[in-house]
């Protein structure tokens, strides 16, 4: 800081500490710089000045003139009075900070680093008048203390900001009468307003920085303000809120030369007539496909036609609201189709959402009955009168034509809910014609066709599933069901979108950005893809360039929507200057809706300024279920069309000059957060509900890698635990609404007005609050993990007992990690190996097999889930690496346990040993692949001799050994060296990293294994059902025809045969594994409906 007081012989001791008190007081709290809004990404060029030049109308100079007297100071305060007003009204801001030289310094040199801050505090009702009197007292303040620059106090409040620019003034506004402007080309600012006293008439030089501003955006910026200043003296009574500064050519361009979206669409019409008409025209076409299952228009209808007589069997009306409760799956669209031809409308729940939420929405709703394929759901469970089983055979018994239930375009077709502000959500309801004029408008925006391929990759309570549902299904093209645990693994999901040449993908950004890292790995790679259409979140284009230049024929599509427009409200086909862009741009309205950008009083802004997105049109939905007076504020009149009604959306947007939208984010407190929309204070609201919690502010901030987390500010009356917070709250709250960050705070900052100023609350610390004890890691590779961990997690330190998720992480972190992982130890680790122990402790033991040093113990538990007990039998390699994915998919349905190959000869009594040991009650469910189907068998009868039950045996392409294979020592040590070139014991070996104890212990283990084989030959038979699951035709299949019609001479239960996924060796590997894990879910509730 310059020494002020050696400056001036007449500056007191006194006088400096008062005037450093002036200035500190007078820029207390948050400050920022008043300007006007960039248009440009800075790029470091140099000498970019530009001056724009006005001349004022000879009738405002003379207003200027009579209404200041003549004085040149009076003169200043009205044209910075001007200035002020015009940012006020385009940052919709009160509290304006604009910066002015000293009108009295020793030396001209001082002009360009000494600039005195005008600040001033306004209201909407104050008239033109008021305003200019406090900025006329603003601005003699300023001249008793002209000592201090802006720049010299920011440093004293905020001695941490090293960013020179963050101590620039934004605006700055000179009168030439009253400063000396000589050398105005030295003050560093975006905008400076020189204003000219020619005598006879005013100038304006408008200063700016042509790396921030493009021309056209400075001539508004003049003519806006010159209009202010006329409307402004000719009534200067009137509220600056009521000052107009548009011109009504420019109000018609913004209500509708940028609305041309007129269009018809089949009023008339309803989703299950346009669904119905696409069943007469591709009857035989696939609908549906999930995994190996497969349903064709008319199999589709007619399911959905018995679903919808069972629900009207029920006393399901028309106008009633059905719940639905299923896992993604060809059911799904079963029930959602034949809710709608029931006349009544769907109320989607996702499985995974906590009890609580679901019993509200059920409760909230009112919902008439609740569709699942959940086997515990019941009536008490969920409060709701009737529940409809997936798996009620009675579903079968009814007829399968279509209906002749009369239901109105303007009937509910569904509602979704949505987080909502009082701590629970809220119901939105969509009617059949929001649906209709949707895909079918007279101007369709895009050539969709039957042969599309489409997929379903979003939850279903996610209303971007909407688009995905019925883009596919009323057009007639195919609609892949993509089940949850396909979707979270991108790597399989890519072999989806490659094996079905699906066309037409939806996504939103983040979840497309993780797609591309995968789908790069892979030169080989051939997509079909025409469009990917980008929803749910912003989209930032540049991210899109490796895509791009490797599939230059997709035509990407940037989509803005809300569940309350249905679904999608703009359109925006990317182009090549979009991909050098870091903004949003969403584009133009769709065809049958309108959208205006308004401030705070519903006034239109002008080009290049934001404020809120209202829509209006025919797709805004009939409102809040049960929420009046929320409707009525966020549903209202439209003041341009007559009739009309819009929805204020919360979303901020500026209209660019070309007619698009550029996305700037939410303007209350409402979120994206992994495509969801949140309101932050239902998050906040629950937390205000744990007893500790005195005060809660939830915020979004982004991490480094432009991803929004959920930040949690609280005042508590103890020392809060993140980790017990967080558990708390995902009692009532879904995954995706927790906070990343806990930070506890003595109290809330807050503004000037006494509300909280959410932009002083502190940014997290890379630090974690938990009680748990921290646990340093032991070896290298833990080491490692840890580094990597705080590396994604953004926090420290972590510890080898840490829970990834308790710490804040999430399936796209993980799936970061996990990447990170691969690339930085050469480990691939299987994504959900992190839900059954997410700790570096558990990933390290996995990873490396330390479980193989453990000789004593054969038997691992897999997972920990529910009441059906599996116990899985290895392959011929001696181990249950295969096993752990599939119990990782099947969490939810059975605990899993492995063994490995027992070498000791009495292995027989010793896996029915340990079994017991586990689990002293069955029945037990047995898995085997491959010679792990043989083992199963011969363990089965074991325990049945002993009295124990076994129900089911599951086989995998399972080879039926009746007789002993007789081999010389020569012949048997070949074909054991045969086996050992087999594929999946390759793979082992491999993973052994080179561990020279780990190899011989897998060559051991495995040769054992062999020759144990080789010399089997089953005798006798069990009472267990078998379950036979047969490879793909291949000559290296290990059963052969003649092993199906033998493994059922086997059982005195029932045998059931099944056609699996993938050839012999590769049927638990990549693509296969999901697919073949869905069929063993589906053998589990077969034996779960047997049971009941």
């Not at 040769?1007 to 379950?1027: E, K, N, P, S, T």
Request: negative net charge; contains cysteine; hydrophobic residues 40%.
């Amino acid at each position: 800081m310059r020494d002020t007081l050696s400056q001036s012989d007449t500056m007191t001791t006194g006088k400096w500490q008062e005037e450093q008190q002036y200035w500190l007081d007078k820029l207390q709290g948050n400050v920022v710089a008043s300007g006007f809004l960039e248009d440009l990404i800075r790029t470091g060029k140099e000498n970019t000045r530009c001056v724009y030049k006005a001349i004022f109308p000879t009738e405002l100079s003379e207003k200027v003139r009579a209404t200041s007297n003549g004085s040149p100071f009076g003169m200043y305060v009205l044209l910075v009075s001007g200035v002020k007003l015009l940012l006020s009204h385009y940052t919709g801001s009160e509290d304006i900070l604009v910066g002015m030289p000293p009108f009295h310094l020793k030396s001209r040199e001082e002009t360009a680093n000494h600039l005195l801050a005008l600040r001033t505090v306004g209201t909407k009702k104050d008239s033109f008048a008021e305003w200019a009197g406090k900025i006329k007292q603003t601005v003699m303040e300023a001249d008793q203390h002209p000592n201090l620059s802006f720049a010299e106090i920011v440093r004293m409040l905020h001695p941490e900001i090293d960013d020179s620019s963050q101590l620039n003034m934004q605006t700055v506004v000179l009168l030439d009468s009253v400063h000396d402007v000589k050398e105005i080309d030295t003050i560093q600012t975006n905008t400076l307003f020189l204003f000219r006293d020619r005598g006879n008439s005013l100038e304006l030089e408008l200063h700016y920085d042509s790396e921030c501003y493009l021309e056209g955006t400075i001539q508004r910026i003049i003519q806006h303000m010159l209009r202010l200043l006329q409307q402004a003296l000719s009534n200067p009574i009137q509220s600056s809120q009521e000052i107009e500064f548009l011109s009504e050519q420019e109000k018609h361009q913004l209500v509708f030369g940028f609305n041309q979206t007129q269009s018809g669409f089949p009023q008339d019409k309803t989703i299950v007539q346009l669904f119905e008409e696409q069943v007469k025209r591709h009857s035989a076409r696939e609908a549906l496909v999930c995994d190996e299952q497969r349903m064709t228009y008319e199999e589709l209808n007619k399911r959905a036609n018995q679903v919808a007589r069972a629900l009207i069997d029920r006393q399901v009306q028309p106008t009633d609201i059905v719940g639905i409760m299923v896992e993604r799956s060809l059911e799904m669209i079963v029930g959602i189709l034949g809710i709608l031809k029931a006349g009544a409308a769907y109320l989607p729940i996702d499985p995974i959402y906590p009890q609580d939420r679901i019993t509200y929405m059920l409760e909230d709703s009112g919902a008439k009955l609740l569709l699942t394929d959940r086997h515990e759901a019941t009536a008490s469970t969920y409060s709701v009168g009737t529940i409809l089983p997936f798996y009620d055979e009675t579903l079968q018994t009814y007829a399968s034509e279509n209906l002749s239930v009369e239901i109105s375009p303007q009937a509910l077709a569904y509602i979704i809910y949505t987080s909502g502000t009082t701590g629970h959500p809220k119901g939105v309801m969509i009617e059949h014609r929001h649906v209709v004029r949707l895909f079918v408008p007279d101007t369709p925006l895009f050539s969709f066709t039957h042969q599309d391929v489409w997929t379903l990759f979003h939850s279903f309570s996610f209303d971007f599933s909407v688009w995905e549902i019925f883009g596919a299904l009323l057009f007639g093209a195919k609609l892949v069901v993509v089940p949850k645990l396909v979707a979270q693994d991108t790597k399989v999901f890519l072999q989806v979108l490659q094996r079905e040449q699906v066309t037409i993908l939806n996504q939103t950004p983040t979840a497309f950005y993780q797609l591309i890292n995968e789908e790069l790995k892979s030169a080989d790679q051939k997509l079909y893809l025409r469009y990917v259409i980008f929803g749910g979140e912003a989209l930032t284009p540049r991210q899109l360039q490796p895509w791009q230049a490797k599939y230059p024929q997709t035509k990407l599509i940037n989509m803005y929507g809300i569940t309350e427009i249905t679904v999608h409200a703009t359109f925006r086909e990317l182009t090549e200057e979009d991909f050098h862009q870091h903004a949003s741009n969403i584009g133009q309205p769709i065809p049958t809706l309108s959208i205006y950008v308004l401030d705070q009083d519903r006034k239109l802004l002008p080009i290049g300024v934001p404020g809120e997105m209202y829509v209006s049109g025919a797709g805004v939905a009939r409102g809040y279920l049960n929420r009046r007076e929320l409707t009525q504020e966020r549903f209202i009149e439209n003041p341009y069309i007559t009739g009309e009604r819009m929805y204020k959306t919360g979303d901020l947007a500026r209209w660019l000059a070309d007619g698009t939208l550029e996305y700037r984010g939410r303007l209350d407190h409402q979120v994206k957060i992994r495509g969801h929309r949140i309101e932050l204070g239902e998050i906040e609201g629950q937390l205000l509900l744990l007893g500790f919690v005195q005060e809660a502010v939830v915020v979004a901030r982004q991490n480094k890698d432009g991803i929004n987390e959920l930040c949690a500010y609280l005042v508590a009356t103890e020392d809060i635990d993140d980790i017990d917070v967080r558990k708390a709250l995902s009692v009532s709250l879904p995954d995706y609404m927790l906070p990343t960050y806990f930070i506890q705070i003595e109290k809330m900052p807050l503004t000037p007005n006494g509300k909280i100023d959410r932009k002083a609350l502190p940014k997290p610390e890379n630090s974690l609050r938990s009680k748990q004890e921290y646990v340093a890691p032991r070896t290298s590779l833990e080491a490692s993990l840890v580094s990597i961990w705080e590396d994604v997690l953004e926090s420290k330190p972590i510890g080898i007992k840490d829970n990834f998720f308790e710490l804040g992480g999430y399936s796209l972190k993980m799936l970061k990690m996990i990447n990170q992982v691969a690339q930085e130890l050469n480990v691939e680790i299987p994504l959900k190996l992190l839900y059954e122990n997410p700790t570096i402790e558990y990933m390290a033991e996995r990873a490396f097999a330390v479980y193989m040093e453990e000789s004593n113990h054969h038997m691992t538990l897999l997972n920990r889930a529910g009441d059906l007990k599996v116990i899985c039998f290895p392959p011929i390699n001696g181990f249950i690496f295969i096993y752990k994915r599939i119990a990782e998919l099947l969490a939810q349905e059975a605990t899993f346990y492995g063994f490995e190959y027992i070498e000791q000869e009495n292995r027989i009594e010793l896996y029915v040993q340990q079994i017991l040991d586990a689990e002293a009650e069955g029945p037990y469910i047995f898995l085997g692949y491959s010679a792990g189907g043989n083992l199963a068998f011969e363990v089965a009868k074991a325990m049945e001799e002993k009295g124990h039950t076994v129900s089911d045996i599951i086989m995998f392409d399972t080879y039926m050994k009746t007789e002993q294979m007789k081999m010389t020592p020569e012949e048997q040590e070949d074909e054991i060296e045969r086996f050992l070139q087999l594929e999946n014991i390759r793979e082992i070996l491999d993973f052994s990293h080179g561990d020279e104890v780990v190899k011989e212990r897998v060559l051991k283990k495995t040769r054992a294994y062999v020759a144990y084989f080789l010399q089997l030959a089953h005798v006798g038979h069990v009472h267990a059902d078998i379950h036979f699951v047969q490879a793909e035709p291949d000559e290296a299949n290990i059963a052969q025809p003649a092993d199906l019609q033998m493994w059922g001479k086997f059982t005195k239960g029932a045998y059931r045969e099944y056609q699996g996924a993938g050839m012999h060796y590769s049927m638990f590997n990549g693509d296969f594994l999901p697919r073949n894990a869905t069929l063993i879910q589906h053998i589990l509730h077969q034996m779960k409906r047997k049971d009941r």
